[in-house]
């Protein structure tokens, strides 16, 4: 009987060592890519995101643009990472007044068939992100895809076009106009200022949480739209129903601030949707 033990006892012990043995530990490798280059106001800049990543966008008063992409790599082992650092990265195409910025990497398939054909097939899908980080003119257009992850504007005053799959997001407008469109997550887009030189404003997000920050005293025509489920919560005092036959719902506002005039158009599929004045960030994070 303890023979028998000891042979259970040891087994065990055996199956405890290989199990050990064949788990290695992921690698993980981080390395960053930058970039400069001289481009004038009131461009065009195009920016085609990692299908996981996060892209950060901020104006300035330089005629340049600055890009920092870092680049995080987990596999098994350091062949690996050796294999997948090769191919992925971002390029750039460079014209008058344009420039596109494509997210590279096992993903792409045709990319990858033209630099890497032997590259192997069950690292296409390893756990590969990219983070964006880019200055740009103050006053440049933008357009940006996204996939899955941060999203952050600030300080461009232009005609900005954003897609995202799924994103926490914090839009802040200075002027110019915005259409953005996103699958789910949570998005704040806020306008600080009552003299918003905006030409118009139109969110779509599908799934999840619009936040709405308006200052007192904005000229603007309002719509929020809850199209399945859900409720808009209005706390800005500033609006009025556009017409008697205008009643305000949780489902559905038509509105305007001030004496109207700029659209300002926000729909969500299934979700909730905040109108807080500017400056009260504190009472959505108490919940209202």
Known sequence: MKTKTSISISLLILAFICT?????????????KTDKLDFGSGGTIVISGYPVGSVSVEGTQKDEIEIEAEITIEVATEQQADQITRVVGFSLDESSGRVEITSLGPFNGKYLKKVDPKFPKNLINAPVRIDYTLKV?????????????????????????????????????????????????NITVSIPN???????????????????????????????????????????????????????????ISAKSGVGGIPLKFTVGDGQIFILTFGSRAEKENKL
């Open 20 to 32: 050990a043995f064949g788990q290695q530990t992921p690698i993980k490798r981080t390395i960053s």
């Open 137 to 185: 003119p103050r006053y440049s257009d933008l357009q940006i895809d996204g996939g899955k992850g941060n999203l952050s504007i600030k300080g461009v005053d232009g005609s900005l076009r954003v897609n995202f799959l799924e994103a926490n997001g914090t839009i802040d407008l200075i002027g110019g106009s915005l259409n953005a469109v996103f699958g789910s997550g």
């Open 194 to 252: 009552r003299s918003w030189r905006g030409r118009n404003a139109d969110v779509q997000l599908a799934n999840g949480t619009l936040n709405v920050f308006l200052p007192a005293g904005l000229n603007a025509d309002l719509d929020a739209l809850i199209l399945r489920s859900g409720a808009i919560v209005n706390k800005f005092s500033g609006l009025v129903p556009r017409s008697r036959r205008d009643e305000f719902t949780q489902r559905a």
